[in-house]
């Protein structure tokens, strides 16, 4: 074709597929072979459905995957799922610990072995209300530290995602913590229970009164105080959400960080000159 061609007729052989060969692939480096050339752009109007992919105005990169899958947004686009999956599995973890502190925190309940079987050492006894309250303090500050630290370190990573990673990261950690405080010493306390003689005094571990997990057939429904991790990390990430002076909720530039500074001598003041 002669150079002076219009550059329609030119647009036309290049996605006509007369230059390029669907099967060809860039070699290393991003080098296409002269006979496997990749069509260019279209311009005009929008492809209609069902335009075939050999006509003008047709998609260009159909038929080469090799530019598909070098393409920027088909490795970028898995980063969210990963990252929140990876907040999720990252605070559920933490549970452990946090079920630790409770444990070592929160006191034993005094019980005492009769003839009938354990009961408890008092008659209103105020040790499983206060591991109810550690519990719900602990899990609930532990919400609201994680929705800040996610905020603070993934600034990036900002938006619904983030809050339903925390959220769901935050019920994780309760559910973790409570299965993991209350086993503390339950091996000891169910062996004295069953061979102590009566009249033994001992000390029963942590558990949750105010709080659970039912079972409706197969499906887990958490209850009571093992929400208020997921609540206090939903409701904190929702205020740094709303009082956050960007709208997309990630560091934005400012608009006057891009001008100069001033040069030295130089006044804004109406009628004064720059000094010499």
Request: glycine fraction near 12%; hydrophobic fraction near 40%.
């Given at each position: 074709m002669s150079p002076d061609t219009p550059e329609p007729e030119r647009?036309?052989?290049?996605?006509?597929?007369t230059d390029a060969r669907p099967g060809d692939a860039p070699r290393p480096g991003g080098v296409w072979p002269e006979h496997a050339q990749p069509p260019g752009w279209p311009g005009g109007l929008p492809v209609p459905a069902g335009t075939p992919v050999t006509a003008p105005g047709a998609d260009p990169l159909a038929g080469y995957p090799g530019v598909v899958a070098e393409l920027p947004g088909a490795t970028r686009s898995r980063r969210p799922l990963l990252t929140a999956l990876g907040v999720?599995?990252?605070l559920t973890a933490l549970g452990a610990p946090l079920g630790?502190?409770?444990?070592?925190?929160?006191?034993?309940?005094?019980?005492?072995?009769?003839?009938a079987g354990t009961?408890?050492?008092?008659?209103?006894?105020?040790?499983?209300i206060a591991a109810d309250g550690w519990f719900s303090l602990l899990t609930l500050g532990f919400g609201v530290l994680a929705a800040i630290a996610l905020w603070v370190l993934l600034r990036r990573r900002r938006g619904p995602a983030g809050l339903v990673a925390v959220t769901l990261g935050g019920l994780g950690a309760a559910v973790v913590a409570w299965q993991v405080g209350r086993r503390i010493g339950l091996s000891t306390f169910q062996r004295l229970v069953e061979t102590a003689p009566p009249g033994t005094a001992f000390t029963k571990p942590v558990d949750l009164r105010a709080g659970g997990v039912d079972w409706y057939g197969p499906l887990p429904v958490p209850h009571?105080?093992?929400?208020l991790a997921a609540f206090g990390a939903a409701?904190?990430?929702?205020?740094?959400?709303?009082?956050?002076?960007w709208p997309s909720l990630r560091p934005e530039p400012e608009p006057d960080a891009?001008?100069?500074?001033?040069?030295?001598?130089f006044s804004s003041a109406p009628g004064d000159q720059p000094a010499r």
């Amino acid at each position: 074709m002669s150079p002076d061609t219009p550059e329609p007729e030119r647009a036309r052989e290049r996605t006509d597929g007369t230059d390029a060969r669907p099967g060809d692939a860039p070699r290393p480096g991003g080098v296409w072979p002269e006979h496997a050339q990749p069509p260019g752009w279209p311009g005009g109007l929008p492809v209609p459905a069902g335009t075939p992919v050999t006509a003008p105005g047709a998609d260009p990169l159909a038929g080469y995957p090799g530019v598909v899958a070098e393409l920027p947004g088909a490795t970028r686009s898995r980063r969210p799922l990963l990252t929140a999956l990876g907040v999720v599995a990252l605070l559920t973890a933490l549970g452990a610990p946090l079920g630790l502190l409770w444990a070592w925190a929160a006191p034993a309940t005094p019980v005492r072995q009769t003839p009938a079987g354990t009961v408890y050492a008092t008659t209103q006894p105020e040790q499983p209300i206060a591991a109810d309250g550690w519990f719900s303090l602990l899990t609930l500050g532990f919400g609201v530290l994680a929705a800040i630290a996610l905020w603070v370190l993934l600034r990036r990573r900002r938006g619904p995602a983030g809050l339903v990673a925390v959220t769901l990261g935050g019920l994780g950690a309760a559910v973790v913590a409570w299965q993991v405080g209350r086993r503390i010493g339950l091996s000891t306390f169910q062996r004295l229970v069953e061979t102590a003689p009566p009249g033994t005094a001992f000390t029963k571990p942590v558990d949750l009164r105010a709080g659970g997990v039912d079972w409706y057939g197969p499906l887990p429904v958490p209850h009571g105080n093992l929400l208020l991790a997921a609540f206090g990390a939903a409701v904190t990430y929702t205020l740094l959400a709303g009082w956050s002076r960007w709208p997309s909720l990630r560091p934005e530039p400012e608009p006057d960080a891009a001008w100069p500074p001033p040069p030295p001598g130089f006044s804004s003041a109406p009628g004064d000159q720059p000094a010499r």
